[in-house]
Each structure stands twice: as structure tokens, then as C-alpha cells.
T-cell receptor, first 115, second 117 residues
Framework: AQSVTQLGSHVSVSEGALVLLRCNYS??????LFWYVQYPNQGLQLLLK??????LVKGINGFEAEFKKSETSFHLTKPSAHMSDAAEYFCAVSESGTSYDKVIFGPGTSLSVIP | KAGVTQTPRYLIKTRGQQVTLSCSPI?????VSWYQQTPGQGLQFLFEYFSETQRNKGNFPGRFSGRQFSNSRSEMNVSTLELGDSALYLCASSPRDLKRVPQETQYFGPGTRLLVL
């Protein structure tokens, strides 16, 4: 069965420091992987996705993530945190089922950026 | 281009009632997905419609249903409301297939906040 784990429900980084948000998944077949961001009192936004091909995926706002099959991970990184990056981040996995694709979200990681 | 719009933005219902939420996707987008967000259960995928057909669905009871019209607008309906249905319901649209079209992205509406009393 699919599942998504996000290590650390809350992460704090200093402005200008590396952002690393961890995501591990379980899937019985090659998955599709996503990172979403939700800014305070706003809707969701798709940051990036892995479907096929290159395992290092670049997204919006300077974020990127690397799909590592051997580690069943899809960690999100950004070289230098900005105050505007403070938000809730969700990792999601989707795999093809016999009838329907299933989409499972992780519990989310709240990112704080300290000036 | 106008973004994804959802109506109403806020709604208060009582247990046992039913509710219909509406989502208008970005012009030209044919895929519409619905999600539920609650403090307890987090984000959960409800279903996805493409060209008036339900293409994918999550693990929700039959009280949750949806449909998509020929203009790609979508509605979701919840019958016999329960207190636990109180949530933010998010709708998102994409042109065709977010998973199988590499360059495709997805856009979310602001959500409908439903309170069941």
C-alpha cells in the first residue's frame, strides 16, 4: 500500500541557509511524486513533480527535489532560504492502480525562516 | 487568463443536509481534481474528472460524489452531511494529465470552507 512520511512536522532555518525537507514513500510500482506548498491562508500550489526521466527535478521559486529509488526518497531542497518560503509543504505520491490512480499526501512540514 | 474559481467560498450546513460545491477550471483545462483538507486527516484526494468522466478516485464513502460538465466545470456533492465533513475543499485544474504529461502543471482554487453544525 502507498504511504508518505515527512520527517519533521516543523523545520526552522535561518534566512540564507539551506532548506531540506524530507519525504519518504512506499509504493509497489514506480511512483509519481509531487511537492506542494501552502502559504498561510492561501490555497495549494504545485512546486514540482517527478513523473519519468531525469531524477533531479527543478521547480518554481528555486526549489528542486531528487527521486532516489534505492532510498525511496524525494527530498525537497533550496540552496538559500528566503523569508517568503515560510509555508506548509506537502509531499504526495501517486501510483497507477488497476482501475484508479491513488494519490496519498504526507502530513506536511511547516517551514519557518528565521531572519 | 482567469484562475480556478470555487463557489461558494464559505458555507454553513447542519448535519443530515446535503451540499453542492462548484469549481470552474482555467479555460482550456479539461482535468479537474477535488481534495479535502482537515486538521485531523490532512490533505486527502477525493476524485478527478476528465472530459466528463471520473478518471480517478480516493477512498471516500459514496456520500461524496461529483460530476463534470461539457464546459469542464465541475461540481461535488456531499449528501447526509456529518460533523467530520467540516473541511476546506480544494479544486484544481490542469490541461490534460498531470502525471503523464511532463511539462504540465496544476492550478488550485482558493477553496470552499464548509462548516457542518
Amino acid at each position: 500500500a502507498q504511504s508518505v512520511t515527512q520527517l519533521g512536522s516543523h523545520v526552522s532555518v535561518s534566512e540564507g541557509a539551506l532548506v531540506l525537507l524530507r519525504c519518504n514513500y512506499s509504493s509497489s510500482v514506480p511512483p509519481y511524486l509531487f511537492w506542494y506548498v501552502q502559504y498561510p491562508n492561501q490555497g495549494l500550489q504545485l512546486l514540482l513533480k517527478y513523473t519519468t526521466g531525469a531524477t533531479l527535478v527543478k521547480g518554481i521559486n528555486g526549489f528542486e527535489a531528487e527521486f532516489k529509488k534505492s532510498e525511496t526518497s524525494f527530498h525537497l531542497t533550496k540552496p538559500s532560504a528566503h523569508m517568503s518560503d515560510a509555508a506548509e509543504y506537502f509531499c504526495a505520491v501517486s501510483e497507477s492502480g488497476t482501475s484508479y490512480d491513488k494519490v496519498i499526501f504526507g502530513p506536511g512540514t511547516s517551514l519557518s525562516v528565521i531572519p | 487568463k482567469a484562475g480556478v474559481t470555487q463557489t461558494p467560498r464559505y458555507l454553513i450546513k447542519t448535519r443530515g443536509q446535503q451540499v453542492t460545491l462548484s469549481c470552474s477550471p482555467i479555460s482550456g483545462h479539461r482535468s479537474v481534481s477535488w481534495y479535502q483538507q482537515t486538521p485531523g486527516q490532512g490533505l486527502q484526494f477525493l476524485f478527478e474528472y476528465f472530459s466528463e468522466t471520473q478518471r480517478n478516485k480516493g477512498n471516500f464513502p459514496g456520500r461524496f460524489s461529483g460530476r463534470q460538465f461539457s464546459n469542464s466545470r465541475s461540481e461535488m456533492n456531499v449528501s447526509t452531511l456529518e460533523l467530520g465533513d467540516s473541511a476546506l475543499y480544494l479544486c484544481a485544474s490542469s490541461p490534460r494529465d498531470l502525471k503523464r504529461v511532463p511539462q504540465e502543471t496544476q492550478y488550485f482554487g482558493p477553496g470552499t470552507r464548509l462548516l457542518v453544525l
